[in-house]
């Protein structure tokens, strides 16, 4: 039997040890187990993304920590902007000459490979236009139309000033993916890319049961960003998905709903490590004892 392990994490442990409890659980029923650390942010990302590949990972928060990344001088970076306060549009990273600011970057990326990881839902964001950055932008911050629509012809005259298409992705990460795509980056969100890296859509193929988790499931949230991606993972590759959650708020019903096919509750709270582990590795023998053939 083969499995396939990409939990979030549970009440105080990381995604990587809920997950690699979980997948000894499944060894020591005989099963061939792969444990796949996943993560939407922060510096579980980073050690995923360098396990996967090896990468130069970097974390800028703001546009000059941005610009500084892009001197950096391995030729496979990944920066990540899911928390980064960059309100721009990228002006910051060319310089107070702009067109020569782009030529330069355009040059030092040439034949190197950079990847921006911007936050869900951003990847395919467009600059301008009634769903383009500058629009939702203002329109969630309660500006006026008049103000919206000033916003928006700004957006497009910065783009037109360095011909530039703002089309999907370019409004990325405050705008900054506009410039990033002209340099050749692939904008993309961390969980599509982890899977690419890890080349998680054959793996998932070659399971007979995926098993995620995270610390609360509802109907609501279907258990977080990981969860809700492994579990199309799973649905992709028509294979049966299964979670082991700290709690589980939902029917047997909506987690069909969700495409889960069970889900089994841990039931401990955060703070003490080893009683966590005791209790995660007693449910998940129980799951593997169940789940085996």
Do not use: C, K
Not at 70 to 80: F, I, Q, T
Not at 111 to 128: N, S, W, Y
Not at 187 to 213: F, H, K
Request: aromatic share 4%; hydrophobic share 50%; net charge negative.
């Amino acid at each position: 039997m083969r499995v396939l392990v990409a939990s979030d994490a549970i009440a105080g442990l990381s995604a990587r040890e809920t997950s690699e409890v979980i997948g000894r659980a499944f060894a020591d029923e005989g099963a061939q187990v792969a444990v796949v650390p996943l993560a939407a942010g922060g510096p579980e990302l980073a050690d995923s993304l360098r396990e996967a590949a090896g990468v130069t990972v970097l974390a800028p928060a703001t546009v000059a920590d941005l610009a500084d990344a892009l001197d950096a001088g391995s030729d496979d970076v990944v920066v990540d902007l899911t928390r980064a306060e960059v309100d721009d549009l990228g002006r910051g990273l060319l310089g107070e000459d702009p067109a020569a600011g782009l030529a330069a970057l355009r040059e030092r990326w040439a034949g190197r490979r950079l990847t921006a990881l911007v936050a869900d839902g951003e990847a395919d964001l467009p600059l301008t236009g009634l769903s383009g950055l500058a629009a939702t932008a203002g329109r969630a911050r309660g500006l006026e139309l008049a103000d919206v629509l000033a916003a928006d012809a700004d957006a497009q005259r910065w783009a037109s000033s360095l011909g530039l298409d703002p089309g999907p992705g370019s409004g990325a990460a405050g705008g900054a993916g506009l410039i990033l795509r002209a340099i050749g980056a692939r904008v993309t969100d961390p969980l599509t890319e982890l899977t690419a890296r890890y080349e998680l859509e054959g793996t998932a193929a070659a399971a007979d049961v995926v098993v995620t988790g995270a610390e609360n499931l509802d109907f609501h949230s279907v258990g977080g960003a990981v969860v809700q991606h492994v579990v199309g993972l799973a649905g992709r590759a028509l294979r049966p998905a299964i979670a082991v959650v700290g709690r589980n708020y939902i029917s047997a019903r909506e987690l069909r709903l969700a495409g889960l096919e069970s889900a089994y509750p841990v039931s401990v709270a955060a703070g003490d490590d080893a009683a966590t582990v005791e209790g995660l590795t007693r449910v998940a023998r129980g799951v593997a004892a169940t789940w085996r053939w």
